[in-house]
């Protein structure tokens, strides 16, 4: 069974910092981009940022940028999302994605979040002092 496995997640004061991490279970993952969403309590899923096949090119949302980064190791099937300088407002569910066919950055941004097939079990991020 086709698994994206998540870690890393928990509480961090104001300014801290976490590493989450995303292991696929197939290195067909490999194929594909992959992204992260985020879902804090009351609000809907929201796109994070996202890192393509290779792991030459990553895209971020307003809030990410120049705090959060995405890297990959190919070798191991992982993907990681660094967490950096994080506030309050940074709470919630954390989520890896992806789906066949999801090469790019722009092929991710591009899609709904329905459409996404595969889905981490989610890692709770909390900032607060």
């Known amino acids: 069974q086709v698994q994206l496995v998540q870690s890393g997640g928990g509480l961090v004061q104001p300014g801290g910092s976490l590493r989450l991490s995303c292991v696929f279970s197939s290195s067909t993952f490999n194929n594909y981009a992959m992204g992260w969403v985020r879902q804090a309590p009351g609000k809907e899923r929201e796109f994070v940022g996202v890192i393509n096949w290779s792991g030459t090119s990553t895209y971020y949302s307003d809030s990410a940028k120049g705090r959060f980064s995405i890297s990959r190791d190919r070798a191991a099937n992982i993907v990681y999302l660094q967490l950096n300088n994080l506030k309050p407002e940074d709470t919630a569910v954390y989520y890896c994605?992806?789906?066949?066919?999801?090469?790019?950055?722009?092929?991710?941004?591009?899609?709904?979040?329905?459409?996404?097939?595969?889905w981490g079990q989610g890692t709770q991020v909390t900032v607060s002092s």
């Open positions: 994605a992806t789906s066949p066919g999801v090469l790019s950055t722009t092929d991710f941004v591009g899609r709904h979040m329905s459409d996404f097939a595969f």
